[in-house]
Structure formats: structure tokens, C-alpha cells
């Protein structure tokens, strides 16, 4: 839907973010992750493993459902025999991640960095991603899992964000390199860093690559576009039939 980040930002909704979290946001540059705490998601390895080696005025925000899953939890399901603890958080898409999320967030090496959201209201995501610097799908290759499209990116994209993701699975269908994000290879925090780093270096460059985002998203990945996408096929598969 294009219309999704059509919402005029609210050029007191950072001030209001900082106040409710307790961190003056005012001098900080935000990166936000949207999403269920899976471990193909990557969440807990980027505030991990990215984080420490960004900038100290960096911050980042995640959106998205916590719902109190603990560790005991996630080892009594590795324990079921013949994998059915796996095979189970996988058709239930349960959030495996989240305890390492929440023990990272906490970490000294990010302290006072990190702050998961939890679930948002949609108009509030969208502002969030507004005022927003940079948002990031750090999505980690998971053996029996996979990520079938890139579309809260696309959401992200649509609200004139840069957008940085990893180039894995589905989020290749969504996010195309220099067009409408950035791609970078999936567990190497290093060249995360770095180019994190260096696409917040210039603020002006990186305001060029969400709006250049946000037009080519809109045009390539519409639902108008989808459909005539589907048209298409059907006709030409009704022709021989004729």
C-alpha cells in the first residue's frame, strides 16, 4: 500500500519519542528495526555485534511485539526429541530471539542505546520512521527459515527512510541496490559498521537516498502495479486456451 507513509511527519514526534523513553533525541541519530524477535530477523546480532562500533550519538529504536519469552522456554523446546521443539517455533513463528534481545539491550557495551519499542500503533510506526535516519533489516541466514519478502523495508522506504538491508531470501525481491536501499552481505559486522558509518557521515547524501527510495518503491511495488502483474499472467495463460 503506497499510501502508507503518505502520513505528514509530526515535527514534535521526536521530542515526544525522547521524553517517553527518557533520552534527549534531539542531538541523536536513530536507527529503527521493525519486527518479531526471530532469529532470522538478526536483531540481537546487530545490537551486538553492529552497535558497539557505531558512532556514540547513534541510537536504536526496535518496533515490534515482546511478549515475555525467556531462555528456560527456548531450551525446553531444543530439548523436545526429533527437532519438533524447532520445527514448532518455526510454524508458529515464535520469538526465539527476544531473550538475547532484551539481555543485549541491556549490555554496557550499548548502554542507553538501544530501546525496544514494543508493538506500536501503525500511525506511530510510521512517524517513528520518519524521524528516523536509517532503517535496518539485518536478517541472518537460518537453516529451515526464511525471510519471504522484504516488505516492512518497502514500508520503510515509503516513508522516504534510507533503508539498509541484508541480501538475503526475499528482501532481494523488495530492496534493490542504489535504487531504493542498500544491500550488504548478511553476519558481516563489519562491513555494517562501516557503511553505516559512512552513510550517516553525510546527512544530505542519505536524505537524497530515502526520497529516491520512496519514488522508486512507489512506482515499482505498487498494489495497482501487483495487479496488473497478475493480469498479465492470466491473460496470456488464457490466449493458448481461446
Avoid at 515490534?64 to 527456548?74: Q, T, Y
Avoid at 520445527?87 to 550499548?110: F, K, T, Y
Avoid at 538491508?165 to 563489519?190: C, F, R, S, W, Y
Wanted: with cysteine; glycine share 10%.
Amino acid at each position: 500500500d503506497t499510501a502508507f507513509g503518505d502520513l505528514p511527519p509530526d515535527p514534535h514526534y521526536r521530542t515526544a519519542l525522547g521524553e517517553r523513553l527518557g533520552v534527549d533525541l534531539s542531538r541523536k541519530r536513530i536507527i529503527v528495526m521493525v519486527g518479531r524477535p526471530v532469529p532470522r530477523k538478526g536483531f540481537s546480532w546487530f545490537v551486538r555485534e553492529v552497535m558497539p562500533h557505531l558512532s556514540p550519538d547513534v541510537v536504536c529504536l526496535h518496533i515490534g511485539p515482546l511478549s515475555g519469552f525467556s531462555r528456560l522456554r527456548r531450551l525446553l523446546l531444543r530439548l523436545l526429541p526429533f527437532g519438533i521443539g524447532t520445527h514448532l517455533s518455526l510454524i508458529l513463528g515464535m520469538p526465539l530471539d527476544e531473550p538475547d534481545l532484551c539481555a543485549v539491550a541491556r549490555s554496557p557495551q550499548v548502554a542507553g542505546r538501544v530501546h525496544l519499542l514494543g508493538r506500536l500503533p501503525i500511525a506511530e510506526v510510521v512517524q517513528t520512521l520518519k524521524c528516523a535516519d536509517l532503517f535496518v533489516m539485518p536478517n541472518l541466514p537460518v537453516d529451515g527459515d526464511m525471510e519471504g519478502f522484504g516488505l516492512v523495508a518497502l514500508e520503510a522506504s515509503l516513508c522516504g527512510t534510507p533503508v539498509v538491508v541484508a541480501a538475503v531470501d526475499g528482501i532481494t525481491d523488495a530492496i534493490q541496490e542504489g535504487k531504493n536501499g542498500i544491500l550488504l552481505p548478511p553476519g558481516d559486522a563489519a562491513v555494517w559498521a562501516q557503511r553505516i558509518t559512512d552513510l550517516l557521515a553525510d546527512p544530505a547524501a542519505l536524505r537524497a537516498l530515502g526520497e529516491q527510495g520512496k519514488v522508486f518503491s512507489r512506482e515499482h511495488y505498487s498494489w495497482r502495479k501487483m495487479v496488473d502483474g497478475y493480469a498479465e499472467v492470466f491473460r496470456k495463460v488464457v490466449a493458448p486456451a481461446r
